[in-house]
């Protein structure tokens, strides 16, 4: 009986995502659609459409914050799963150094570039996502799945304190 009532939690959780992705996908084409049909208000206006393709980004996250909320509570007593999830994290926090590599190739982050905006916005969703990591290693129950929740935690970390870092500091190699 317990197991049949996890894989119900599972599926619940698994339609929780897929209607969380389907209402994003609606917000994005619609957002496509309003810069597709208004080019020079896009044009005028470019840091008020910023802004809110940046609220639109943050609402989806938190979305994707709650459904995973409720995943981890269901794999909270499974081992199997909790490694399984842990892997997951690993993969979704290497992302973003690939997405800080990708970002200094010239090509990719000059004009408009899909590439470019996914990069773009998979590090701007980084603070959002350190904040998913943190609660799956406070729910994180074994050890191998806490150390590598923890490890996925420091690439994230890292890698948006890098990001920071280079920003901020002078380097010899900017111009000007």
Request: with cysteine; net charge positive; proline share 5%.
């Amino acid at each position: 009986m317990g197991m049949v009532l996890s894989r119900t939690r599972l599926w619940l959780v698994a339609i929780g995502y897929a209607a969380v992705l389907t209402v994003a996908v609606v917000l994005i084409v619609a957002r496509y659609v309003q810069y597709v049909t208004h080019p020079a208000d896009v044009a005028a206006y470019g840091g008020m459409y910023a802004g809110g393709d940046l609220m639109l980004e943050v609402f989806i996250a938190g979305m994707l914050l709650v459904v995973t909320f409720f995943l981890v509570l269901v794999i909270y007593k499974s081992e199997p799963a909790s490694r399984i999830y842990s892997k997951v994290l690993i993969g979704l926090s290497l992302t973003a150094p690939l997405s800080v590599g990708l970002i200094s190739i010239p090509a990719v982050n000059q004009g408009m570039n899909v590439l470019g905006e996914v990069c773009m916005f998979r590090l701007f969703a980084s603070p959002l996502v350190i904040v998913g990591l943190g609660m799956s290693r406070l729910f994180a129950r074994y050890p191998r799945p806490k150390r590598l929740t923890m490890y996925s935690l420091l690439i994230e970390g890292l890698t948006l304190a890098a990001l920071l870092a280079l920003l901020i500091l002078p380097t010899p190699f900017r111009r000007g």
